[in-house]
C-alpha cells in the first residue's frame, strides 16, 4: 500500500471520496464498491480527509426510493464508526434529503448524533447543472441551522464559482468540484463578470492566468480535443482557486455581502436566491458581526437583504430612547454624503446648535437615509450608520423609496409621542461634497414622509426649507 503524500508528492491535507457520485453517475451497476473495502482502502492509503459509501439521493428520485438511500447512509455512517482504524484519517458524513424536506430532517438528526470531522451534502449536482442554486441553498440553510455549529459543512460537486461567494455566505465551509473539466470538455471557459462562455465567443480572453496569457482563443481552438480541454481546464481551474482567496481575503476584511452583491449579477437564478438570505434574516442576523474595519457599499435594492439592516430595524425599535428633555423634532434629509462631509448639513447643524430661540437640548434632530429609513443624529457616528456610501433614490416607486417609508413608519409609531411639534426641512437647493449647488432631488423619500406623518399621525407637522423658520414654529407657542 502507498500513501498518497508521497504518490503526489504533495504536502497538504488530501481529501478522497469513496466512489459513490462515480457509481451513480457513470458506472451504475458495473461499478461494484463495498463500503467496508472502499472506506478501509482510504484510511491504508493515508487519506487525511475520506468519504464513506453514501448512497446519494438525486432529485429525480421518488420519496420511497429517497428513503431507503437515507436510511442506508445512516446504516452505512454507524458502520464506519465501528470500523475506522486510523485516527488521522478524518471522516466526512454525508447528509441527504433532496427535495424531501421531512428526510433531509431525518438525515441531519441521525447523522449528527454520530461522530463525524465534516458533514457533507449531497446529491445537487443536477440542481447546480440546472442552476437551481435557490434550492441548493435551501437545503444548505436548513442544514446550517441544525448540525453541529462547531463542524465544518462541506458541499460536494459546488460547482460554478460565481455561486461560490453565496454559498459561503449560507455556511458553506468547504466544497469541491469536477466543473472545471467537466465544462472544459465542452469547451466552456468559466469568468466572473458574464458568467460561462463558449470558446467559439470569444476573441480575446478576459484574464490573466498562465494559460491565458500564454495562448489565444483562436490557437486553443486549433489544438485536438485533449489539448484543448487541457488547456481550458486549468484556466477554469486558475478562476475557481482564485475566487476562493479572493472569498477567503473578503471574510478577513468583512467584505463577503459586497462580493455576492457583485457575484450574483451573473445570473438571474442567483439574484432569485438572495430572496432566501431575506426569508432567513433572523438567522443571518445572529452571526452578522457588531463591527468591521471599514465602512459598507449598498449599490443595489438588494443590499437591503444584508442582516445589519434587518439587526438595524430592531434594535432601532428596542433599544433607541430619545434624549430626555426633548420636545421638538427636526426632520433632515440625508444629502449626497453623511453629516460634517456634506458643507450644507454642517451648516444646518451649526445653526440648530448656535440657535438662541430655542434651547438645543429640547430637540432631536433625525435623518432620512434612502438604505436605514431613519437615522437619529445621535447614532450617526456608530458603526455602520455613518460609515457607508450607498446609491441615491431614482424613483419613487422604486424598492428603496417604500423601504424608506416602512421603516419610517415604523419608527414614527413607537417615538412620536415624545415629540410635541415636529417640523421637515426640505431645502430648494444644497451644496454637494464638491461644493456645487444643486436642485433638492424631488424624489428624495422625506417627500413620501411630509404625506406619511399627515395621514397616520396626529401631531403639528410642518415643513420649511429654512433652518430659521422652523426654529421660528417652534418657537411660537413655547
Ligand atoms: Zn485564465
Known amino acids: ?55 446519494p439521493v438525486q432529485l429525480t428520485d421518488n420519496y420511497e426510493n429517497a428513503k431507503i438511500k437515507v436510511l442506508t447512509t445512516i446504516e452505512r455512517a454507524k458502520s464506519n464508526i465501528k470500523n475506522r482504524s486510523n485516527e488521522k484519517c478524518h471522516w466526512f458524513g454525508p447528509i441527504h434529503g433532496g427535495i424531501f424536506p421531512d428526510l433531509l430532517n431525518l438525515s441531519i438528526q441521525e447523522m449528527k448524533k454520530l461522530d463525524f470531522s465534516v458533514f457533507a451534502i449531497g446529491g445537487l449536482v443536477k440542481a447546480f447543472l ?69 470558446l467559439d465567443e470569444l476573441e480575446e480572453f478576459p484574464c490573466y492566468c498562465p494559460i491565458c496569457s500564454s495562448y489565444t482563443p483562436k490557437e486553443i481552438k486549433n489544438c485536438n480535443e485533449e489539448m484543448r480541454s487541457k488547456l481550458i481546464a486549468k484556466h477554469n481551474l486558475f478562476l475557481s482557486l482564485s475566487e476562493m482567496k479572493t472569498i477567503r481575503q473578503a471574510i478577513r476584511e468583512g467584505n463577503l455581502w459586497e462580493l455576492v452583491q457583485t457575484r450574483i449579477r451573473n445570473h438571474p437564478n442567483l439574484v432569485k436566491a438572495m430572496e432566501l438570505i431575506r426569508k432567513n434574516r433572523t438567522f443571518f442576523e445572529i452571526f452578522e458581526k457588531v463591527f468591521k474595519t471599514h465602512g459598507c457599499l449598498y449599490t443595489s435594492p438588494l443590499d437591503l437583504y444584508r442582516p445589519s439592516f434587518y439587526r438595524y430595524e430592531i434594535k432601532l425599535i428596542k433599544n433607541y430612547r430619545e434624549p430626555k428633555e426633548v420636545k421638538y423634532l427636526i426632520i433632515l434629509p440625508e444629502l449626497d454624503v453623511k453629516e460634517l462631509n456634506s458643507p450644507t448639513i454642517k451648516y444646518w447643524l451649526e445653526q440648530i446648535d448656535n440657535n438662541i430661540l430655542i434651547k438645543r437640548e429640547l430637540i432631536n434632530i433625525i435623518f432620512v437615509s434612502s438604505f436605514y429609513g431613519i437615522i437619529p443624529l445621535d447614532l450617526n457616528n456608530i458603526y455602520p450608520l455613518g460609515q457607508f456610501e450607498s446609491i441615491d433614490i431614482n424613483d419613487l416607486n422604486d424598492t428603496l423609496y417604500q423601504s424608506v417609508l416602512q421603516k419610517a413608519e415604523i419608527f414614527f409609531q413607537y417615538h412620536l409621542k415624545f415629540y410635541k411639534k415636529c417640523a421637515l426641512l426640505i431645502p430648494l437647493k444644497y451644496f454637494n461634497q464638491y461644493n456645487e449647488e444643486l436642485e433638492f432631488p424631488i424624489n428624495h423619500p422625506i417627500h413620501g414622509i411630509i404625506s406619511l406623518l399627515k395621514s397616520k399621525f396626529n401631531l403639528k407637522v410642518s415643513i420649511f426649507n429654512k433652518i430659521e423658520d422652523l426654529l421660528h414654529f417652534f418657537k411660537s407657542d413655547t
Not at 17 to 45: C, H, L, R, T, V
Not at 167 to 194: H, P, Q, W
Open 130 to 198: 440546472e442552476y437551481r442554486f435557490d434550492l441548493t441553498l435551501q437545503i444548505l440553510l436548513t442544514v446550517k441551522k441544525d448540525i453541529i455549529p462547531n463542524r465544518p459543512i462541506h458541499m460536494f460537486g459546488l460547482g460554478l464559482p460565481q455561486f461560490f461567494s453565496l454559498a459561503v455566505a449560507c455556511g458553506c465551509d468547504i466544497m469541491d468540484s469536477a466543473a472545471y473539466i467537466l465544462f472544459a470538455k465542452e469547451n466552456r471557459y468559466f469568468t466572473l463578470s458574464t458568467g460561462t462562455r463558449r
Open 1 to 55: 500500500m502507498f500513501y498518497l503524500s508521497e504518490f503526489t508528492n504533495f504536502k497538504g491535507l488530501i481529501a478522497t471520496d469513496s466512489g459513490a457520485f462515480q457509481q451513480y453517475m457513470y458506472n451504475k451497476n458495473e461499478f461494484n464498491i463495498n463500503p467496508d473495502e472502499i472506506e478501509k482502502f482510504q484510511e491504508d492509503i493515508g487519506s487525511d480527509f475520506s468519504v464513506i459509501l453514501d448512497v
